[in-house]
């Protein structure tokens, strides 16, 4: 498993049909084109002004994400995108 | 629903109708094209200096925002935009 | 009415004639062109290092400000300017 | 007569004929155009860290200043500038 | 050996054969091309607000880096980059 | 004389036949062109954090700045450069 | 000699018999051109958050930097470069 430096976040981008059980809709027509995915590991958090910024995002939440952001990666035949918790716009709550 | 993260704000744009009411006209040949709208979920707030700092919007406000902040999300088939606090330049009041 | 956030302003340009009996001259041809105005309603303040900073200008203040700050909005029938206070260059007292 | 907000500073350019009497010359060919004016009102200083900074000019003070800085204002039939004071290099000292 | 200063890291990239035993696959096709290799020497971290931030990863760790990021080294034949911390994004766990 | 403001430093550039005297030879060839000079006059230093930071520089050192770098001004027909401490790369000690 | 201020570093570029003798070899086919020089006279460090930050590199220390960081002065006939300590990417150890 991958386990993210700093404020960065693991998250495993939604299939078409996981995406519409949750009846969020993001058009591809978008300006700043979101995606929706869950967490799968989240970093211990940034530094600032000397002090550990605690994270907002953890294990299993549903996001959405600017789909332009972060870095490809494919664990064990998953593809994976690893993210900075600053190119999570909010979680999806059920 | 969403949950914002940070200092972001979730806002759904007023229809034609509703801006009428309002009195306030947001003219389309202005420099920073502004638009209104409600605000629908607000996050927690960002981190400066390691202290959070509280937001300034809470759910139910009508405010005014620039056009082109955010980013477009469609949830239940209702148009909404996830925004930071930042773009928001002020709050109506009735 | 609009409350502005943060260190923001809402600012009544001034009629010419208004100008006029000001005593103040800002020429068209300056570099940045400088404008006169009435400060209608006054932001709480931006936060710097976790510290709410005190505004400095006031409801009813006659202020000069760059004539490309800002967002132009129309209520009620008037023209107003949003704009941040560093975008204010002097309040021009009686 | 103008109350400069944070950091600026009014200054009033100086005269051919006042310039020569200073004993400095500041050369037109220079890299960045220097410029010599009597400081006319002083601000109450930015913040920094949340603790307003102390001016080093006051009012009466000779300057050196960048010619392309600052915004010109007229007034009364006097043509003067508004300044930062991060804009002013040097006080001329008698 | 190579000591290196601050928040930067010193790593040996992985060959191709060790790399399919990790089951981690990184693509060329990525936009941000990512790459695999091992941490030789750590330094003792950058100063934030006065303070040492303690490094996150150790000589040992298998992690993964930009393709494009650092400065590549040859020493006693063997390929090395020296990179800053924060240009790697995860480390690999067994 | 001048006081400069800030952490300004005004400075004499060398003429030839001084510089060579110092041993120190700056190629006109090189990328960042250096060039000698004698500080005249010292700033009282700038803020940091609400803190005065301490000049380096005093009053008569022989100092290796960037040719590009500062404001030319001529005083008593004297040239000189008004410079930040930060354009100054060392003192020549003798 | 030379002294440098604030995070300067004065350093001898090594020759290429020198370079051979340590066993590192810094291709200049390399993105990044790196160096390898002995570190002569070293700065009082930076100040940061009004607190001088402690220099990690001593006189005598070899180190890596890059090729087209610094100035380049000539003391008595020998080259020498005017660095940050930033531009210092590791201490070769013997």
């Known amino acids: 498993m991958l386990k993210p430096l700093a404020d960065r ?6 299939e078409r ?13 978008a300006k700043e084109k979101p995606q929706e995915g ?8 940034r530094y600032e002004d000397g002090k ?4 907002e ?5 549903r996001v959405i994400f600017s789909k332009y952001a972060g870095t490809e990666v494919k664990v064990d035949n998953q ?3 690893i993210l900075r ?3 999570i716009l909010a979680i999806v709550q059920k």
């Open 79 to 81: 593809e994976l995108l």
């Open 52 to 55: 550990r910024i605690e994270m």
């Open 57 to 61: 995002v953890k294990v299993g939440d």
């Open 9 to 14: 976040v693991v998250v495993r981008p939604l």
């Open 17 to 29: 049909e996981e995406k519409t059980a949750s009846g969020i809709f993001l058009p591809d027509t």
């Open 85 to 87: 918790e600053s190119d």
């Open 38 to 45: 869950e967490v799968i590991a989240v970093g211990p958090g």
